[in-house]
Structure formats: C-alpha cells, structure tokens
C-alpha cells in the first residue's frame, strides 16, 4: 500500500478499534448488559428477567422473590398513596419512581434509604415524611422498586401486572337514558334489538366499545347481514339504475354486486354511459356521525343506561 494511502487509513483504524467494546470475558458480547455481581448458577428464568431491562443503569442481580414480594406490601402500605401503584406517581403528589435519577442511580437501598429515613421537603414539591422502618425493610423495598423497574416496556407504558382496572361505568343511567332517546332510538329499542344487551355483553368495556362502533367489539363483521349491509345506487346518463351491495368506492371507480350477483364497476371520470348519479347508503353512518358528536360524559352516561339492559 502506498505510504500516503496509509497514513489516511491508520487513524481510521484507530478510531474504529476505540470504538469496539471489550469482548474479553468469556460469554460477554457487545449486547450484554453490563450488571454487577451476575450469579454464577442463575437460572435462565433469572437471566431473561434480569436481561429484560432496558437501560444499563435499570439492570440489577436477580432480587430474592420473598425479599421483593415483601417489599411490594410494606410499599403498599406506606409508599402507594403518594407515588401510585404503578409507581409513576400517586394521588397525593409524589414523584414517578421509574424516572427517577436517584432510583436509577441506588442499587441496593443505599441511597432510596436515605431519603425514607429522613424524609424530604424541597419546595414547591410534596413533602415526604421520614419512615420508622429497618434497614431490612427499606432493602426489601428497594428490591421491589428495582424489580418494577427493570420490567418497564418502554416509555408511557406502566411495567408489566401494575395496569389500574378501569370502572367505565363512571355515568349516570337516568341522562343515559335520555340521552339514548335523543340520539338512539330511532333505530334501536331498549325492549327489541337491545333486549338483554348487557347479558349478550357482559363486560362494560366491550359493551362500550360495540355501541359506539355499531357492531360487536373485536368480533368479525358479516358484510352479507342486511343490517351491515353497505349498498349503492349508480345513475347513468341513459337514465339507466344499477343497484347492490358496495365493493369499492373511492374518487375513480365505484363497484357493486347485484342481487342476482353480478359484478358491475364503473368510472367516476369519465365513462359512456357516464356516471351522473351515485347514492351510498351505509346502516352504520349515523354511528360514524356520533363520533364526531358525542363527549365523553355522554359515553359514560349512556353506558351507564345500557348496562342495566340485561
């Protein structure tokens, strides 16, 4: 190689070997997260739930399940109300634990116990009293923080068995029920189609879900049921009417399928017979249209009436 060529490729070498992280140990590579203290017979249960935290300074030696497990209960106790059961902060004001820098940064209760031994009043903030507990408790506690945190699934997403059931059934019936004869019952009767609505879909949620949507949630829709049915009338300039069930509409073509089952498509651009008149009607319009319409007290309080239907 020339000496010039040379003298250009040395420093990239350089630099590319700087960049390399050290795989000398045994079994550890670029993509090992870097944890202390890592058990030599770990179990691989133990290896996935330490592997699975995301940022190195998130990552600890699998915890004793016993020490965790009493942890959570003395959180419970006197942590839940101010930092929430998902620890991203509680009706009381406190700090979401899975962001903090202190917490990232203790490892084993050296540094979270501090702060429970003697309290801390920073203003403009929640004050937090000192708590009476051992330092076998405030290990325990930490333990459970740390076992939280190492199970976040990313950012906004609380970790994995902290989920808070929600009650959407937060409405009031008696404006649900008015409400649904204001916006409802036009198509639908509470004593006919709806009759046992609240059985067919036991749960409040899901019953949500369907009537807003117009069809049962996460169910599959029979686009052959007359009451789902999409259908189209196309008008021609020959005064000629074709009418079925809608396939496609968009700003070129519209297709249909006619009773007998035929398949009739045609151009919106142009055409011979041209197209000059097209009438779409769809059962679930007026559903689509509410959506724009309704609050979501109104959701509540018709859910609120609905549930009741069984």
């Known amino acids: 190689m020339p000496k010039e060529s040379l003298l250009k490729t040395l420093p990239l070498l350089f630099l590319l070997t700087a960049c390399q992280p050290a795989t000398d140990t045994p079994g550890v590579t670029a993509d090992t997260p870097a944890t202390s203290a890592i058990p030599a017979n770990e179990t691989p249960e133990q290896q996935a739930a330490r592997l699975q935290a995301t940022f190195p300074a998130q990552q600890r030696p699998p915890q004793d399940p016993a020490k965790v497990a009493m942890g959570a209960d003395i959180y419970g106790v006197n942590c839940r109300a101010c930092h929430g059961q998902d620890l991203r902060g509680g009706d009381l004001g406190g700090p979401n634990l899975l962001r ?5 940064q203790d490892q084993a209760g050296e540094l979270i116990g501090g702060v429970v031994r003697e309290g801390r009043n920073v203003p403009g903030n929640t004050v937090m009293p000192a708590l009476p507990l051992s330092d076998s408790e405030v290990q325990a506690v930490a333990a459970y923080i740390h076992s939280v945190a190492a199970t976040a699934r990313g950012q906004g997403a609380p970790p994995p068995g902290t989920e808070v059931p929600l009650d ?44 807003v949507a117009g069809r049962v949630w996460n169910q599959p829709v029979n686009a052959s049921d007359p009451r789902r049915m999409v259908t189209v009338t196309v008008t021609l300039d020959n005064g000629e009417r074709i009418s079925g069930r809608l396939g496609r509409r968009d700003d070129f073509i519209v297709s249909l399928t006619t009773e007998a089952g035929d398949y009739r498509s045609f151009s919106l651009q142009e055409g011979s017979p041209a197209v000059t008149g097209l009438e779409i009607n769809d059962p679930l319009a007026r559903h689509l249209e509410l959506l724009r319409e309704l609050t979501d007290d109104m959701m509540h309080d018709i859910t609120a009436y609905l549930v009741t239907l069984k």
């Open 100 to 104: 903090s820098e202190l917490v990232l």
């Open 168 to 211: 959407i059934v937060a409405g009031s019936a008696a404006s649900g029920t008015e409400l649904f004869g204001q916006l409802c019952s036009s198509c639908h009767s509470a004593s006919g189609d709806l009759a046992g609505l609240a059985t067919r879909i036991p749960d409040p949620e899901t019953l949500q879900n369907s009537w």
